[in-house]
């Protein structure tokens, strides 16, 4: 169930809004970095998040290992985070699934908005 909207701006942004928008920056991702690891099944082809990083923001999709020493799959790494608000997205398996969204005031349009200016700002090298 999700939970209690934000009111952001006269939007209001709830964890629906959030999954959302982990699927539109998977998929700017693989459309600006082909070879990056894209999902399918019950997910979608972009509802699985993806290996990504740069100054802006850090993804990574499930991890599978099961190893203990996994910062992913002990739960000490969220799937998504946006370094310089402290915004943490994690998910099982896909986007949107167990999903736990960092509590606090957290401005997820503008996240998203600043996540996609940084990729258009890295040209067009991988």
């Known amino acids: 169930m999700p939970r209690e909207g934000i009111s952001e701006g006269g939007i209001e942004v709830n964890e629906d ?3 959302s928008m982990m699927v539109v920056l998977t998929y700017a991702i693989s459309e600006k970095h082909s070879e990056t690891n894209r999902g399918g099944g019950l997910g979608g082809e972009f ?4 290996d990504f990083e740069n100054e802006e923001f850090k993804m990574s999709p ?8 996994c910062p992913l799959c002990s739960g ?11 915004a943490e997205v994690s998910w ?3 986007v949107g699934r167990g999903m736990i969204v960092s509590d606090g005031d957290i401005p997820w349009v503008e996240v998203l908005r600043r996540c996609l200016s940084s990729l258009s700002e890295e040209g067009d090298s991988p």
């Open 17 to 19: 809004i959030v999954s």
């Open 47 to 50: 509802g699985y998040g993806c």
């Open 62 to 69: 499930y991890c599978w290992c099961e190893k203990e020493e």
């Open 76 to 86: 000490d790494a969220p799937n998504f985070l946006h370094k310089s608000s402290g």
């Open 92 to 94: 099982y398996k896909c």
